[in-house]
């Protein structure tokens, strides 16, 4: 199974950028699917998640600015971060767990925002 981030980059505070995530292998259907990131010297934390059934969940701090969805027919998730600030800078990683239980990562992609 593998798991393929892509859409991060260098922007500017009040930017816009969309990540992006798809899954593809051998996987036994995805349950739940979310963003984490991770910021220097810090732990990786969830950004957002969404469930099957379209059932999304955001951490405080990018409630508003955030919007994460999934095509399950196509196996991707993808997060629209709006509003963009220094504090948003971090590793993005997509994650899924399937009906198995199973957790799968993708490799992260990096978002940058500075001026």
């Known amino acids: 199974v593998q798991l393929q981030a892509s859409g991060g980059g260098l922007v500017q505070p009040g930017t816009s950028l969309r990540l992006s995530c798809v899954a593809s292998?051998?996987?036994?259907?995805?349950?739940?699917m979310a963003w984490y990131r991770q910021a220097p010297g810090k732990q990786r934390d969830m950004v957002a998640s969404?469930?099957?059934?379209?059932?999304?969940t955001y951490v405080d701090s990018v409630k508003g600015r955030f919007t994460i969805s999934r095509d399950n027919a196509q196996k991707t998730c993808d997060l629209q971060l709006n509003s963009l600030g220094p504090d948003d800078t971090a590793i993005y990683y997509c994650?899924?767990?399937?009906?198995?239980?199973?957790?799968?990562w993708g490799q992260g992609t990096q978002v940058t925002v500075s001026s």
């Open positions: 994650n899924v767990e399937a009906w198995d239980s199973k957790h799968y």
């Open positions: 292998g051998s996987i036994f259907g995805i349950r739940d």
């Open positions: 969404i469930t099957y059934s379209g059932r999304a």
